[in-house]
């Protein structure tokens, strides 16, 4: 039963405050281990690695996910681990298209569009920092017809990303709409500020585009979230946001 409570509550905290259900996911996980609750662990794991990620933790989640205990895992296992791998190591400009091309055979497998879901965002955070950003805006927009909530949760802020860097206000227009159907919290007010942010440096308003890069920089910085901070702060000096207009 405290296992259980435990990714549920960290389920519950995500939106709202991410780095507490990161800690409460990871000490969890600590729990869970000592106790010898292998299906348990594997929750608590994938829950706080995608914390770890957030909040810049990388080498407590590689160590995680690499721990010699998922050796022998399940497709299913290996799917969440190999992904929060895969979405650590692109960014750090190390080769995942391998590993990406892996996971994506073994997620063939299943009928549930978690696990394609969960590849499929990989992949794009892998083309968003090779810099292919318009080739991910199509595979990304299409994952609304069939991944469901979890799709309009988390992939409209990722795809204005690399919408701003194409200049295409119709697409950051149309992830706001989509936006609006996400989880309210924190988190997604931010995201939110981001994404008004991007459509105004776009649609020339520069004075706007600062005032909303600045919010969501403020929100991201006090929910404790450094890698988000710092992926909306380059996407403001993109904009040209950050001096006054």
Do not use: C, H
């Not at 296992?77 to 590993?99: F, M, Q």
């Not at 992939?155 to 706001?176: F, G, K, Q």
């Amino acid at each position: 039963p405290v296992v259980r409570a435990t990714i549920n509550l960290g389920y519950v905290l995500e939106p709202d405050d991410p780095e507490a259900a990161y800690r409460v996911s990871r000490e969890g996980a600590e729990k869970a281990r000592q106790w010898g609750q292998r299906l348990g662990l594997r929750y608590l794991v994938g829950n706080a690695t995608g914390g770890a990620v957030a909040v810049g933790d990388w080498d407590w989640a590689l160590g995680e996910v690499r721990d010699p205990i998922w050796d022998d895992v399940e497709p299913a296992e290996r799917i969440w681990l190999g992904a929060t791998e895969a979405e650590i190591l692109a960014p750090r400009g190390e080769p995942v298209a391998d590993l990406i091309a892996e996971l994506e055979g073994l997620a063939a497998g299943f009928d549930d569009p978690q696990y394609r879901g969960n590849i499929e965002y990989t992949g794009w955070t892998a083309l968003m920092a090779s810099g292919r950003y318009a080739d991910m805006v199509e595979p990304a927009r299409a994952s609304f017809a069939w991944a469901g909530q979890a799709a309009i949760d988390g992939v409209p802020p990722l795809v204005t990303r690399a919408a701003l860097r194409t200049r295409d206000a119709e697409v950051i227009r149309e992830m706001l709409a989509i936006f609006a159907g996400a989880r309210k919290g924190r988190t997604t007010t931010a995201y939110f500020a981001a994404m008004q942010g991007a459509l105004a440096a776009v649609e020339g308003r520069r004075a706007d585009a600062r005032a909303q890069f600045l919010e969501a920089l403020r929100l991201f910085r006090e929910l404790g979230l450094a890698w988000i901070v710092a992926n909306i702060g380059l996407d403001a000096i993109v904009a040209d946001a950050l001096e006054p207009a």
